[in-house]
């Protein structure tokens, strides 16, 4: 019986462990989306709250349709209105007899209002449309803010219950956000910074990501190539999901179709249905439209080794859209690889370093330059962008035998992409053919010609 309790005891830590690891981002151990509410004054049944929606992860960003926030009151609360954002439901208000309040449900769901709202409707971080900038790509557009009115709330910091259960879509599914914690009021400075002011009372939610629940399969690949082989090495078959998910797909059959989750199918890149109108629009359910690849993924990242100089070597890296209902604005791709720590420069492509272990440079976040190629159009002749690495050689590490020209990791928006297995990367050839000493070919050369004359009547 104590065995068998142990056991239980054993498996249940175990679990734990294992769902606190799952939300861990190894290139990215501090990245997390705080929301911070800020208490700035009190009204006769509630309070006005500040929520603020900070994105502290380096490369991961909330692209269309947006961030919708949801939790559960603790009591009986209302939202009588809203600057900033909307509810995307008003619930049952038939028992308010006067004013209306905006949202009546028990588990109300935020949204950020569009670009171009009325003034009036507008406060500082909002209209958006949910979208969210990187931290390390753009910490000015990491942030979202509305501002709250909630009433049949405390009206005092003893009184108010904190919400709870709160929930973070981004736009999908894949964080998981803790419970509220109260935390030192937040101090404001006026403008001419000669005076400090506070809020009443603040609490946070930390949210963190976990690709495992955001899907059950990647939403990229990695293929290789280089100048000293011939073999391209493709992305691993049905890397993400052939039949299953959210990507379908299901291999060359069907009369060139395949069939997909939403039994829609994929199509040729060459097809006609490829240059039909409407082919790029989004669906409201999100499902994608990719083209048929053996992979089946929405993004495919191509790493080629493409020079070697006396004390540097060149790599080139393209990103190829394969869904024709999606671009990728301020897209970012993070690539480890030990010479990154050595980079002499970029092409085309913004480079920033990422130190996640402080001392440890092996990591780095790729991502386009504004208004020229930070937009990954659909599926089609303009969805790719690519640009190449020039690094300095360090005579200390520095080979092309067994792959180490390779990356170790490849992420695309925030998520980690599928490689290759690592016994079909391109191999080095053991050896080069050797060339014949000048002597010996001179040699040769007198030997033949001596011949030819004895030959000769």
Known sequence: MGIRNSSVILALVLALACSVA??????????????????????????????????????????????????????????????????TEQGDCSK?????????????????????????????????AGVVAAYGQDPAASVSAFQVSVGL???????????????????????????????PSTVYFTPDHRRKTQALMTWTVTCTYSQQLASRYPSCCVSFSSFYN??????????????????????????????????EGCIMGDSKRALSAGV??????????????????????HWHVKLNYRDYWR???AITNFNYRMNYTQWTLVAQHPNLDNVTEVFSFQYKPLLPYGTINDTGMFYGLKFYNDLLMEAGPFGNVQSEVLMRKDARTFTFSQGWAF???????GDECKMPPPDSYPYLPNSAPVAMPRSRMIAASAMSLLALLLLVP
Request: aromatic share 8%.
């Open 96 to 128: 308010f007899k006067g004013g209306i309040p905006h949202c009546c449900k028990r588990t109300p769901a935020v949204v950020d209002l569009l670009p171009g709202v009325p003034y009036n409707q507008q406060i500082a971080n909002c209209c958006k």
């Open 407 to 413: 990356p170790r990791k490849i992420y695309f928006n």
């Open 22 to 87: 799952v939300a861990y981002d190894p290139l990215d151990p501090n990245g997390n989306i705080t929301i911070k509410w800020d208490v700035i004054s009190w009204t006769p049944d509630g309070y006005v709250a500040m929520v603020t929606m900070n994105n502290y992860q380096m490369y991961r960003q909330i692209m269309a349709p947006g961030w919708t926030v949801g939790w559960s009151w603790a009591k009986k609360e209302v939202i009588w209105s809203i600057v900033g954002a909307q509810a």
């Open 315 to 317: 790599a080139k890296i």
């Open 153 to 183: 709330a405390g009206t005092t910091n003893k009184t108010v219950k904190l919400p709870k259960n709160f929930t973070l879509m981004g736009p999908g599914p894949g964080y998981t956000c803790g419970p509220a914690r109260v935390v």
């Open 280 to 301: 790029n629009t989004p669906r409201k359910d999100g499902a994608p439209l990719l083209q048929c690849t053996s992979h089946m993924c929405p993004i495919r990242v």
């Open 230 to 263: 011939d073999t391209i090495v493709p992305c691993p078959r049905c890397a993400c999901g052939c039949g299953h998910g959210r990507h379908g797909g299901g291999g060359p059959r069907h009369g060139g179709r395949h069939p997909d989750a939403a039994g």
